[in-house]
């Protein structure tokens, strides 16, 4: 295998395991939005910090870095579907640093568990419609923007990044419930959507909505 193959391979198989990654982050967070397990959505900010920080990020610095050393031991032209691959990586940075402080905050307590996996899910969508279409613009090879693949591409784009944004919005909108659970609409002790100090004493609040035996007195 030639210097050029090699690192050809190694950068298809970065950008495999950068959007298989994010894709997992994204199925991950639609998982725990419905699955309303208190044990689920306390996993969940540990879970994807762990993924962008030990597989995310790093492959999403070897991608572009295998394909830059790739481009010039092949000594590629200056091709324009090249730099939309620049592009795509540079929006996943800033997706990672948006999504890291926003882990610490929700280790904190400073972000309510109800808000954190759309929040998580926002940023998946927006990163994982910019990744794909830079996937379909290495294989269209487009050779300046003016082509139809760029427009189709761009019309996708608009429309991921709208739906991330609505995602965030309604997050932001979205009741944040009480202290212990930060989901509102859980079925707590019986009673559905009450705030759990309301129903249960300090020593029986139960994070997971399973059912809390109020003992004697």
């Keep these: 295998m030639s210097r050029y193959s090699l690192l050809v391979s190694l950068h298809v198989a970065s950008v495999i395991v950068w959007l298989g990654c994010g894709t ?15 044990v689920v959505v306390g996993q969940l900010g540990a879970l ?5 920080l030990w597989i995310l990020l790093p492959a999403s610095l070897a991608a572009p870095g295998f394909g830059v050393l790739a481009a010039h031991a092949g000594h590629w032209p200056d091709i324009f579907f090249f730099h939309v691959g620049e592009g795509a990586f540079l929006f996943s940075f800033l997706t990672v640093a948006i999504r890291l402080p926003l882990l610490r905050r929700a280790r904190r307590g400073a972000v309510a568990p109800a808000r954190l996996p759309r929040y998580l899910l926002a940023l998946a969508l927006a990163e994982l419609t910019v990744l794909y279409l830079a996937v379909a613009d290495m294989v269209a090879k487009p050779s300046g923007i003016e082509t139809s693949s760029v427009r189709y591409g761009g019309v996708v784009l608009v429309l991921g990044l709208l739906a991330a944004a609505a995602i965030a919005v309604r997050a932001r909108k979205r009741d944040p419930g009480n202290g212990v659970t930060g989901v509102s609409d859980w079925r707590i002790g019986g009673f559905e959507g009450a705030p759990v100090a309301a129903i249960l004493g300090p020593q029986q609040q139960n994070p997971i909505g399973t059912r809390v035996d109020s003992g004697s007195h």
């Design 24 to 38: 997992t982050l994204a199925f991950i967070t639609i998982y725990a939005r419905r699955a309303r397990n208190g």
């Design 48 to 52: 994807a910090r762990w993924l962008t």
